[in-house]
């Protein structure tokens, strides 16, 4: 015990202060650098054990006839799972004309020399097929419930005992395993809960005192100045490693900034780099310290999503928040809720319908060193933060996209489309239509009239 006081606590404090002094100058010595390039050697070790283990189980296998049928099991079950991949690999291959497509888009496909009345034909049996198909397809993998689980990883990071089929290789990987689970738990969680800690209660404390200030330039820099220190300390707490492109497109002020949403450390990874005014859910808890600290400092827009009233006023707030370019730009995630960063759904219409410029953000992890997604339907906000601290690091990229402007006679769901889908193809992501909200709702009755509308038009087409 001795001997570890000796050792581990001065460590301690000379990081705890190293990593407050360089957060609030805004540097780095290259350490996260070199820990994250060491890491990936450790993976790449543990990669290949992994595989020499599974290739000598391979051999074996190919010696015992009865061992066949249990091989072919755990090839499915890797396929399944994404062993080869960064997520779910599908097991189904979808038909893309079952895909709703918009009106235009089908009557185009109607030969020239035709007319819709010789096409028309009888119902046949036959015609329901596909759409059966595509129900059964759906039940067994859908495009929406999988976005809404940690995607599995190619190889195991030795952040879980196992990994679905990594079990116990060698005794040389299970020590790797232990050290590494007493080096984040021991020495990592303690040091990153100190400076989130003080990362709040700077921020707490800094902006209740300028709070007072009048409104103009002076408490609009000390709030920069205040934010840009703090979000850094917090980003410290998680080891965030973020690599910012494009600079020259960051938001302005009056401006909207919107994003792919993963987790509620969007926000902390954005504002190490540029100062944004907040609109969201209103929270209690730690996530109703931060919003009414920063409330106290800048303006803000909070809302219940349960009360309809709400709506209106967000609306209207929103609008007199972009008319005046001395205030932040504010950050929107049009998702709504949580994606685990495979993909992009679909963007509420609202803050495209308030005019002004759009500044797309894209946001894509690395999950090999922490999986950021937040399951909020499983994991409280406690649980979720200790799953942060305790990872190896929050890798990240950030792209600034250029501005957009809404088009002359574009309608907002379609000028929401067209920045989700840049948003989608700059971050590799997904571009899926599908809205998020159906984590915690049924599907609306209009999707499911859409798809009644789809069935019949393909039956008087055919």
């Given at each position: ?23 609030t ?20 070790y543990?990669r ?6 599974e ?14 049928e249990?091989q ?50 009888e119902f ?7 759409f ?43 020590i ?24 709040i209660?700077?921020l ?14 002076v ?58 005014a ?54 929107i ?26 500044y ?74 599908w ?28």
């Amino acid at each position: 015990m001795f001997l570890f006081a000796t050792l581990v606590v001065p460590l301690f404090i000379l990081s705890l202060f190293l990593s407050l002094l360089l957060a609030t100058c805004g540097t780095t010595l290259g350490v996260r650098r070199m820990y994250i390039e060491f890491l990936l050697k450790v993976f790449e070790y543990g990669r290949e054990t992994i595989k020499k283990a599974e290739d000598k189980k391979t051999k074996r296998t190919e010696t015992n006839p009865e061992s066949l049928e249990e091989q072919h099991l755990i090839q499915l079950q890797n396929m399944k799972n994404g062993i080869n991949g960064y997520g779910p690999q599908s097991v189904i291959s979808r038909d893309v004309d079952i895909l709703m497509v918009p009106e235009p888009e089908r009557l185009k496909m109607i030969p020239r020399n035709k007319s819709l009345n010789t096409l028309q034909r009888e119902f046949e049996l036959g015609d329901c097929m596909q759409f059966m198909k595509a129900g059964v397809e759906a039940i067994i993998e859908d495009e929406v419930t999988q976005r809404f689980s940690a995607a599995e990883l190619s190889s195991w990071n030795l952040l879980t005992r196992t990994n679905k089929n990594y079990h116990y290789i060698n005794m040389k990987l299970t020590i790797l395993w232990g050290v590494g689970f007493v080096f984040r738990y021991v020495f990592l969680l303690p040091l990153r809960f100190a400076i989130i800690v003080i990362g709040i209660l700077l921020l707490s404390i800094l902006t209740g005192l300028i709070g007072g200030l009048p409104d103009g330039s002076v408490k609009r820099f000390l709030n920069r100045m205040i934010s840009l220190m703090c979000f850094r300390m917090m980003a410290r707490g998680f080891s965030a490693m973020i690599t910012f492109h494009n600079k020259e497109n960051q938001a302005a002020g009056g401006g909207i900034c919107v994003a792919n949403h993963t987790s509620p450390i969007d926000v902390v990874i954005l504002a190490c780099d540029n100062c944004y005014a907040m609109i969201g859910q209103r929270h209690g808890g730690l996530m109703g310290i931060i919003q009414r600290a920063l409330d106290r400092a800048s303006s803000q827009i909070w809302f219940e999503r349960s009360e309809g009233k709400d709506r209106y006023l967000v609306a209207k707030r929103l609008k007199q928040h972009v008319d005046d370019p001395k205030k932040l730009p504010i950050l929107i995630f049009p998702e709504g809720t949580c994606i685990n960063n495979t993909s992009v759904m679909q963007f509420k219409k609202g803050s495209f319908e308030v005019g002004g410029v759009i500044y797309p953000v894209a946001i894509k992890y690395d999950s090999r060193f922490g999986d950021p997604f937040w399951n909020s339907s499983r994991q409280t906000m406690i649980q979720y933060l200790l799953m942060m601290m305790t990872s190896w690091a929050i890798v990240c990229d950030i792209w600034y996209l250029p501005p957009m402007y809404r088009e002359e006679g574009e309608d907002a769901i379609t000028f929401a489309n067209r920045v989700k889908a840049a948003i989608a193809c700059q971050g590799g992501l997904v571009d899926l239509m599908w809205d998020g909200q159906l984590k915690r709702v049924k599907a609306k009755q209009e999707w499911k009239e859409k798809q009644q509308e789809e069935y019949s038009r393909k039956i008087k087409l055919n």
